[in-house]
């Protein structure tokens, strides 16, 4: 079987990170013998000064197409005049709702080797395995009615709609409940429903789902107190559900625990497991262009590519592996340095494929 992959670099460190997750991707090809088609197009705003449209319908065809999409990020300061509907980020947003990808995943792994660049105490996140399942094209970002009235006194008001249909919340319970299946069993599912009735139902249909998942030990938390419970004992959570805005907030939380953005990977599913995976942080236009962009968390992007679209647990874990070792053997990219000697993105793409063998 062909395992089609469309590669979209995207704007500053996007190309740089992405030439070393597709060296990698074109290893395990050879080694496993998987067949890989690769196709490449543009998004953000390279997309943007090409054809003045940060998701050409051209791109769009193609991700269509793909079995799953790989990312680097998009935006910067170049594209910061263009108009709010022609901006980067805007492709982005268009593609995951355009493939109707509503089911983000971000892990918050804490390397052993890299205890140290995180902001909690040692004791506290050595060993952090947390995985947090977002829904990502409802709630509150997408709710209608919404904009900026002026009232009859003369005053603006801003307004946005908080909605989740009954079958928006089973789908995104279901992937999180097959997740902690596959993990440790437990799922900690995130809402507000002391106050604010969408989460009244939220809670009521992740019951109701939990009655097909009897091997999952379900819980609720309300989002402050989770919030609080992520910074004060952070091992006690497997599995988090949440909605899009709650889950926006609580993954950066959860990725700060971990010290540093150039290592998080992520993933975003549709209802098939067509995926589109990115690393979690941004262009760092601050860094482009040097070649000293950790490429590690669009490395393990592409690892989480072969775990849930393609269903191969062990590339998977071999390409984990190879980037375990590298950190065991004391390479790092200046993010991670922590003032010890640092190697390039090239060097750190050399390393990971030469542990891949
Ligand atoms: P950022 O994540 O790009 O950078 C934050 C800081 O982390 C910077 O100092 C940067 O140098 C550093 N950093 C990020 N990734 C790194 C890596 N792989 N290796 C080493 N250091 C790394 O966030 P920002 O500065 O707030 O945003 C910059 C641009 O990226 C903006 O235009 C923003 O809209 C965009 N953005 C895009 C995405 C995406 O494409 N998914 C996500 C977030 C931000």
Request: hydrophobic letters at 45%; a negative charge.
């Amino acid at each position: 079987m062909t395992q089609n992959i469309l590669i979209l670099k995207g704007d500053g460190i996007g190309p740089e990170i992405v030439d070393e997750a597709v060296r990698v991707i074109r290893v395990v090809d050879q080694k496993y013998n998987l067949g890989t088609r690769l196709s490449e197009a543009l998004i953000g705003g390279a997309a943007y000064d090409a054809h003045g449209n940060p998701l050409p319908g051209e791109t769009m065809t193609q991700a269509m197409a793909a079995d799953a999409i790989l990312l680097g990020a998009v935006g910067g300061p170049k594209w910061n005049h263009v108009d709010a509907a022609q901006r980067p980020e805007k492709g982005l947003l268009g593609i995951r709702a355009g493939l109707g990808l509503f089911a983000n995943f971000r892990p918050a792994i804490l390397s052993p080797q890299l205890a140290d660049a995180s902001s909690l105490k040692h004791e506290l996140v050595s060993g952090l395995d947390i995985l947090i399942v977002r829904e990502l094209t409802g709630g509150i970002y997408f709710g209608e009615p919404r904009g900026i009235r002026t009232l009859k006194s003369g005053e603006r008001e801003g307004f946005n709609t908080y909605r989740y249909s009954e079958s928006e919340i089973r789908r995104i319970a279901h992937v999180a409940f097959q997740a902690a299946r596959k993990r440790n069993g437990r799922l900690c599912s995130v809402d507000k429903s002391n106050v604010l009735e969408v989460t009244v139902l939220w809670r009521e249909v992740v019951e109701q789902v939990a009655t097909e998942y009897p091997d999952v030990e379900l819980s609720h938390m309300l989002v402050d107190n989770a919030a609080m419970q992520l910074v004060r004992a952070p091992k006690q959570f497997d599995v988090l559900l949440t909605g899009n805005l709650f889950g926006d907030i609580l993954s950066d939380v959860a990725a700060m625990l971990t010290g540093s953005i150039g290592m998080l990977p992520s993933a975003s599913l549709d209802i098939n497991n067509k995926g589109l995976y990115e690393p979690v942080h941004g262009s760092a236009p601050d860094i482009a262009g040097q070649g000293i962009a950790n490429p590690l968390a669009t490395i393990m992007s592409v690892a989480m590519m072969y775990r849930y679209t393609f269903n191969r647990e062990d590339v998977a874990s071999s390409i984990e592996g190879a980037v375990s070792r590298v950190l065991d053997k004391g390479m790092r990219t200046a993010d991670i340095a922590n003032d010890t000697a640092s190697v390039s993105t090239k060097e750190m793409g050399n390393a990971v494929i030469a542990e891949l063998g």
